[in-house]
């Protein structure tokens, strides 16, 4: 079930700043939502990073993120 505009209807530049926008008060909402609002939030979040991941499958991943990356920083 979608909740607001579907993803596949948003634009990039709309998508990526509603994704921005999600990540930005996930904590707040983890913290003091309500079980609702919460399951909402987690619901929208994982709508939009699917449709994020289905327009850019070959993103570029930034070494320092990967396995690797954190044992060259721990050496």
């Known amino acids: 079930m979608t909740m607001g505009v579907d993803p596949r209807e948003l634009s ?7 994704l921005r926008h999600l990540h930005e008060t996930r904590s707040d909402t983890l913290f003091h939502g309500s079980d609702d609002a919460l399951e909402h939030h987690t619901s929208r ?28 920083r721990s050496a």
Not at 12 to 18: H, K, S, T
């Open 12 to 18: 990039d530049e709309d998508l990526i700043r509603e």
């Open 45 to 72: 979040m994982q709508e939009l990073e699917r449709e994020y991941l289905e327009r850019y499958p070959d993103r570029q991943v930034d070494p320092e993120r990967l396995r690797e990356g954190a044992r060259q």
